[in-house]
Nanobody
Framework: QVQLQESGGDLVQPGGSLRLSCEASGSAFSLSAMHVAWYRQTPAKERELVAAITTSGATKYADSMTGRFTISRDNTGNTVYLQMDGLKPEDTAVYYC????????????????WGQGTQVTVSS
């Protein structure tokens, strides 16, 4: 099966920055033809859309992330990034990427492909 792989999560102080990456696991699959979204999850909260990017480069952000987070692709379209600035403790979560050829599937968190998640912890 095709899976995604997230990386870049870490422990960071409030106000700090991280850049998360999403790519096909083992470089076995191209993301360039898929819409991709970042989601986050904690035990106490339901899964939450963070940001999404279409194959054409259009982007969408949750209101709480607008102005702090930026989703983008590399120049091949095969790696999707989430640049996270001005991090807050409430941003602590496991961050997942989700991809599909259907934009609807991605924006509701039901894309065909998921990664294992990467932990982001914002704490002093």
């Amino acid at each position: 099966q095709v899976q995604l792989q997230e990386s870049g999560g870490d422990l960071v102080q409030p106000g700090g920055s991280l850049r998360l990456s999403c790519e096909a696991s083992g470089s076995a699959f191209s993301l360039s033809a898929m819409h991709v979204a970042w989601y986050r999850q904690t035990p106490a909260k339901e899964r939450e859309l963070v940001a999404a990017i279409t194959t054409s480069g259009a982007t969408k952000y949750a209101d709480s992330m607008t102005g702090r987070f930026t989703i983008s692709r590399d120049n091949t379209g095969n790696t999707v990034y989430l640049q996270m600035d001005g991090l807050k403790p409430e941003d602590t979560a496991v961050y997942y990427c989700n991809a599909d050829q259907s934009i609807l599937s991605v924006v509701i968190g039901e894309g065909a492909y998921w990664g294992q998640g990467t932990q982001v912890t914002v704490s002093s």
